[in-house]
């Protein structure tokens, strides 16, 4: 699930970000329907709730209506507008993607980085923990963590952060460990540069490339995981509007008003659509191999 999946043994390994990567990047058809996808998906959730009604205030007189002007994508069973409901369920199902991968980036970055640059028993230590985790399912992981805390947005938030940033960290590991052999840090480390910083200023930005590629790759699985483990009713509750929960509640009436199923379907689709299109693309700018 999300980058431990992406990083365990046998998946590619991205490069670093070269130069000009945006350049390339928008030169590809995919990428550019990509990044409008995820354009139009940050302007909708950002902009949608401030336009639309309450998405949790209910009316009961207008229960199960289907599409209309009023209403374009119906309302649900407490007669909430799906549209309104939809554009607030992408603030959090996305927002919360963002933030997993955004956590699980930054501690792969710091674990990673210690780990190959002080070496040692740090390094040994770091190493066993990291392939420890890797060496788990990290659905089932999470759904442990989830177990003791507890169901809601903010604990699996925090379960799948625990359980994505291992993979990350081995990216970060492998980048730090032939750092010092790298012209730019000899010569800073010649200069007279402390250790510390030649981490800081020469190992961390390169590792941090590889970390945004990594990322990237994974935003589309946790969408897709959060998603998923909201419909079980493990992520946010209810009245909260979130994609998984709202196909949840979908589920139930779909025989006869499946336009339920309708918005939260397409912004799942969209989402996932967008963060594939924009990972392929960046898989194959950073590896020459797969350049065309």
């Known amino acids: 699930m999300s980058a431990g999946i992406l990083t365990r043994a046998g998946a590619p390994v991205p490069r670093?970000?070269?130069?000009?990567?945006?350049r390339e990047l928008l030169r590809r058809p995919a990428a550019r329907v990509g990044?409008?996808?995820?354009?139009?998906?940050?302007?909708?959730a950002l902009l949608g709730p401030l336009l639309l009604p309450d998405p949790n205030v209910p009316d009961y007189t207008d229960q199960l209506a289907p599409p209309s002007v009023a209403h374009p994508l119906g309302t649900d069973q407490q007669g909430r507008d799906l549209l309104a409901?939809?554009?607030?369920?992408?603030?959090?199902?996305?927002?919360?993607?963002?933030?997993?991968?955004?956590i699980a980036g930054l501690v792969g970055l710091g674990v990673g980085t210690v780990a190959g640059s002080v070496g040692g028993i740090v390094d040994t230590v770091l190493t066993r923990l990291t392939d420890a985790l890797l060496g788990l399912p990290s659905l089932v992981l999470t759904l442990a963590v989830v177990g003791m805390l507890g169901p809601g947005f903010w604990n699996l938030v925090l379960a799948m952060s625990v359980t994505s940033w291992a993979g990350i960290a081995r990216l970060a590991r492998s980048v730090a460990r032939g750092a010092e052999r790298r012209p730019d840090v000899v010569a800073a480390r010649m200069a007279g540069v402390g250790r510390l910083r030649a981490v800081l200023c020469h190992v961390v930005p390169g590792a941090a490339n590889q970390v945004v590629v990594a990322t990237t790759l994974g935003l589309g699985e946790a969408v897709l995981a959060l998603g998923g483990l909201s419909f079980l009713g493990l992520g946010a509750q209810p009245p909260t509007a979130e994609w998984g929960t709202m196909l949840?509640?979908?589920?139930?009436?779909?025989?006869?008003?499946?336009?339920?199923?309708?918005?939260?379907?397409?912004?799942?689709v969209c989402s996932v659509a967008a963060a594939a299109l924009v990972s392929d693309a960046m898989r194959d700018v950073t590896d020459p191999g797969r350049r065309t």
Do not use: C
């Open 35 to 44: 990044l409008a996808l995820a354009l139009l998906l940050a302007v909708s």
């Open 16 to 22: 670093s970000l070269p130069a000009g990567t945006t």
């Open 85 to 102: 409901r939809t554009l607030a369920g992408a603030r959090t199902s996305l927002g919360a993607a963002l933030l997993v991968m955004g």
């Open 248 to 268: 949840a509640a979908g589920r139930e009436t779909f025989a006869y008003a499946p336009w339920q199923l309708l918005g939260p379907g397409l912004g799942l």
